[in-house]
């Protein structure tokens, strides 16, 4: 049983540092890595991939003030998480990763800075680093990893799905998880509708809830083996589905009545509450001079719709 969470992420830390993949960032190699972050933010915000150690510092300044308040350089250190370099099979430097040295949500890891530059990529070096996160925390007795990524980082978004990651929150932007309690699971689409499976490991991939569509409207069903999953499943599957929804381009919302409802679930839980992020989102990268290219459709409304409090039978609360 871990006795001090601080101690255990240490531990962790320490696994990293002494593992195969990853290799510790020195003090002398900060401001490498700070080119190598602001690669990754000049290609997540602003869709222009470069190489970070070509970058002269007359090319760096101008890309920080490009990004404004994202690109900005904090001086002084990184006291509050580790920061390691992905090595290739050869052995040389490909990517970055940090890791806080304290805990996120339920006593979990918190990964950011997760890059690997263009030509060192479709070798599974991003999954291969993540897998080390994991296998570290769980070893310590943490219970997996949490990490955020921007909405408008469609690449980002989809590859973190792709790993198995659950949603499991969206207050300032996609909180995804890998933990032990969750178990694998895809999306598959049947008649028109978007299946949402866990793995199990008597019965394979099981459906839990279905999304279809009647208008313009979401329809959300629930299965039988969704109302007898656990408390993890059960409270993360409509956030993941979600997700999922919104990137296929399709509705996040039941109707006008679960619209208005949708500040109910501004952090987490029903795709309306998602939907309401995303449209905020989108309005703030737009408002700094982003170029979004999105596939979320915003919310249109009947004229004359009368809001009502919705009957909340499905939503899954109390």
């Not at 999304?211 to 959300?220: D, H, N, P, V």
């Amino acid at each position: 049983m871990v006795r001090s969470w601080d101690a255990a992420v240490e531990r962790a830390q320490d696994r990293l540092a002494a593992g195969v993949r990853l290799r510790a960032a020195v003090e002398a190699e900060e401001r490498r890595f700070a080119r190598w972050d602001l690669a990754s933010l000049v290609e997540g915000e602003l869709g222009e991939p470069v190489d970070p150690d070509a970058l002269a510092p007359q090319a760096e300044r101008d890309w920080r003030e490009r990004l404004g308040e994202s690109g900005r350089e904090w001086p002084g250190g990184e006291l509050y998480r580790r920061r390691y370099w992905i090595r290739d099979d050869r052995g040389a430097v490909a990517g970055t990763v940090a890791v806080d040295n304290w805990t996120r949500g339920p006593s979990q890891l918190a990964v950011s800075s997760l890059y690997v530059r263009p030509r060192s990529r479709g070798q599974g070096l991003a999954a291969a680093a993540l897998d080390e996160v994991y296998a570290a925390a769980t070893a310590e007795g943490l219970p997996g990893f949490r990490l955020e990524a921007h909405w408008t980082w469609q690449s980002a978004v989809r590859y973190y799905l792709r790993r198995g990651l659950w949603v499991v929150g969206w207050k300032r932007s996609l909180s995804l998880a890998r933990m032990p309690q969750l178990p694998l699971h895809r999306v598959r689409e049947e008649d028109g509708r978007l299946l949402l499976l866990v793995a199990d490991r008597q019965r394979g991939w099981v459906p839990i809830l279905a999304a279809g569509q009647e208008g313009r409207w979401l329809r959300l069903d629930e299965t039988a083996d969704y109302r007898g999953c656990d408390g993890w499943v059960h409270e993360y599957a409509r956030s993941t589905l979600a997700l999922y929804l919104a990137l296929a381009g399709r509705p996040l919302v039941r109707g006008p009545q679960w619209w208005a409802e949708a500040w109910r679930w501004a952090d987490a839980g029903e795709p309306e509450g998602l939907a309401s992020r995303i449209e905020e989102f989108e309005r703030a990268a737009r408002a700094s001079g982003r170029t979004v290219v999105s596939p979320y459709r915003p919310v249109v409304l009947p004229e004359s719709t009368p809001l009502v409090s919705p009957r909340l039978a499905d939503s899954g609360d109390d």
